[in-house]
């Protein structure tokens, strides 16, 4: 207690700080000299003499400040994917060139990554200066200058010390120590988000994994996430920055020991990430502005296959290029990663891309949309939301130009997982709507609501003057004419919506203007008055459209038109195709149903066709016709009468 109180006074937070540089130049010599630690050393390195895989340190570097934790990356170019796995969180970095080498060519891919990735901070240690003389580091001095001279670092601070003599090593310490407070917090809002870079077995205690804690806080005793599958797991104990604690927040060294039914070591990769359950969700399109290193010997061309490195991730994938067929070194663009494997990203997360051998690094970029469209992803409203989205960084900064660029509304949870920002902390500003729908919410722009809406009143008055002699078209007939940018659960909202304002109203299944009327032509009108009586004439056997059609004179097609046209407005009924009843004749049927269900609710063809005295195949068509309109219902083998159905309320008015 008395060692964490001590710590805490200093007033400053723990950093990650991690090494980059060219084979051999000393980075692991350095975290010994600075920290008195070996390190874990593989019996593979130890063998060879490189750094392979990550290794890791933690040490205090002064009495009573807080634990420093130190990533050491492999320098060999054929381990740059344990080194971009390691690069992400970090807070300083710590750039080593060797004073008798000078900057190297994994000198500078070191540096371009830390630069895509924007690690704010950078140190520069100019090491094994025991081996040369001071000209020698003049030298050296003056290639950093210009290596880091037209990038963010180069301003940063550079130290000229030996591991090996101890030399320069102190003035290195009182920066790090500097850098601790100044270095910007991380913030611990939104759901926990973990990438995991290493996994193992303690024995009495289980499965352990590890990484940089990259947002929220997690404490023991809570549920999270696990990989792409997301399995829940429970965290029974953790340490952050290798000591035991109740919570472990965003910035810190997080080991978490964790359990689940038949959770095995062998389940568990490098590249899995641990979230807060509601922001599990993974993705195989990101859209994102991709920045193309400057000494690229080519154009990067539309649809290349890369590698894409996110946290400790590292997936195959399609660049699809959103402003042209290819993009220059040096310049920047939006693009859409096609992943071969599912991804999890937040906005505003940073990766590298490398090429599809995994040789050389292309460039990067900042994840703008992790759940990016399939479609139209090159329209103009798209890019401007991609540009609203590049500008900004909170949700609420992006929410109104995100809502001007999309008519059809936007998901509040997909906003949430996008931003990692859970509904209940967003301060929404004015203008917005929240629309309930049948799949859950939407979020529309106020202005863009009032117009669809406007644009449904206007449609199906357009309707109305096109169609007089129809009520009106149904919900999915009115949502093709409109020709609306709506999804079907967000246009049955606002037609709702204007239903319950008597802006429009219904007829059964039909739309309509409460003060529109269908109307038949006159040519229609006449026909059918010679049409009705014979429909009557023919009560429970009405005469066919083709038998109507000669005996009238009339083309078939023209009698079959208008008899449809008035099974919609409801004065006829279309039983089978061109049979048609009349309303009071189907009445009559109805009606009969209904007292023989006064007995027994139960109806048999038999007994319906004698009734009728008619065919048992027309009794089988107007019974089917009942069951779709629910005047009866059929289980099994049995037809049930259904005395609360309205079609049996007319009968009974």
């Not at 609501?449 to 309707?463: H, I, M, N, P």
């Not at 099994?636 to 009968?651: K, T």
């Amino acid at each position: 207690m008395a060692r964490a109180t001590a710590r805490a006074a200093i007033g400053a937070r723990a950093v990650i700080v991690g090494t980059a540089g060219h084979i051999d130049h000393g980075k692991t010599a350095l975290l010994q000299a600075l920290t008195g630690q070996t390190g874990d050393q593989r019996q593979e390195e130890r063998a060879r003499g490189m750094t392979i895989d990550l290794g890791y340190r933690y040490a205090a570097l002064a009495e009573g400040a807080p634990l420093t934790g130190f990533i050491d990356v492999p320098g060999h170019e054929r381990f740059i994917h344990n080194m971009l796995a390691g690069a992400h969180g970090i807070d300083l970095v710590l750039l080593v060139v060797a004073a008798d080498d000078g900057v190297m060519p994994q000198t500078r891919e070191h540096l371009s990554i830390i630069e895509l990735l924007g690690i704010p901070q950078a140190l520069v240690v100019i090491s094994k200066c025991d081996r040369v003389g001071p000209q020698r580091v003049d030298e050296v001095h003056a290639q950093v200058i210009e290596l880091l001279s037209s990038g963010p670092y180069a301003h940063a601070p550079r130290f000229a010390l030996s591991s090996q003599t101890g030399e320069g090593i102190d003035p290195l310490r009182r920066a790090l120590l500097t850098a601790q407070e100044t270095v910007r917090q991380r913030s611990a809002e939104g759901a926990f988000r973990l990438a995991i870079d290493r996994a193992f077995a303690v024995s009495g205690a289980g499965i352990v994994v590890t990484g940089t804690a990259l947002a929220g806080r997690v404490g023991a005793g809570d549920t999270l996430v696990l990989g792409k599958a997301g399995k829940p797991v429970r965290v029974r104990g953790l340490h952050a920055q290798n000591e035991p604690a109740p919570i472990a927040e965003a910035g810190q060294r997080v080991a978490l020991n964790i359990s689940a039914e038949r959770l095995a070591l062998e389940h568990i990769h490098r590249g899995d990430w641990l979230v807060t359950e509601w922001l599990h969700a993974t993705t195989t399109r990101i859209d994102i502005e991709l920045s193309l290193l400057p000494g690229e010997a080519r154009a990067f061309k539309h649809f290349s296959a890369v590698h894409v490195h996110l946290g400790t991730q590292d997936v195959t994938a399609r660049v699809a290029l959103l402003q042209g067929e290819t993009l220059l070194p040096g310049q920047r663009a939006f693009a859409q990663l096609l992943l071969n494997s599912p991804m999890q990203a937040v906005h505003g997360d940073r990766l590298v891309l490398r090429d599809q051998r995994a040789q050389r690094t292309l460039g990067g970029g900042r994840v703008l949309d992790p759940f990016a469209p399939s479609r139209q992803r090159r329209s103009e409203g798209r890019l401007n939301q991609l540009q609203v989205l590049a500008s900004v960084v909170d949700l609420e900064q992006a929410l109104p130009g995100l809502l001007e660029a999309a008519p059809g509304g936007l998901d509040p949870q997909r906003l949430a997982r996008q931003f990692n920002r859970p509904r209940d902390s967003w301060v929404l500003p004015g203008g917005l709507e929240l629309v309930a729908t049948r799949q859950g919410h939407l979020l529309f722009s106020s202005r863009h609501w009032q117009a669809v809406k406007r644009q449904v009143l206007e449609q199906l008055a357009s309707f109305h003057e096109q169609e007089p002699d129809q009520l009106g078209p149904d919900r999915d007939r009115l949502r093709r004419f409109a020709a609306l940018p709506l999804e079907r659960p967000a246009f049955v909202s606002l037609v709702d919506e204007l239903l319950g304002s008597g802006e429009i109203a219904s007829s059964g299944p039909w739309l309509h203007l409460p003060t529109h009327q269908a109307r038949l032509s006159e040519a229609d009108t006449a026909l059918w008055a010679h049409l009705q009586p014979r429909l009557l004439e023919g009560a429970f056997d009405p005469p066919w459209v083709r038998t109507l059609a000669v005996a009238e004179h009339h083309e078939e097609g023209e009698v079959r038109l208008l008899l449809r046209k008035l099974a919609r407005l409801g004065v006829v009924h279309q039983v089978v195709r061109d049979l048609f009843y009349p309303e009071t004749t189907l009445q009559r049927m109805a009606g009969m149903l209904l007292e023989h269900a006064d007995g027994n609710p139960v109806v048999q063809v038999a007994a319906f066709r004698d009734m009728l005295g008619i065919g048992r195949k027309r009794s089988v068509q107007i019974l089917e016709y009942f069951d779709r309109i629910g005047l009866t219902r059929r289980v099994a083998d049995q037809r049930y009468i259904r005395v609360d159905s309205d079609l049996a309320r007319q009968v009974w008015r």
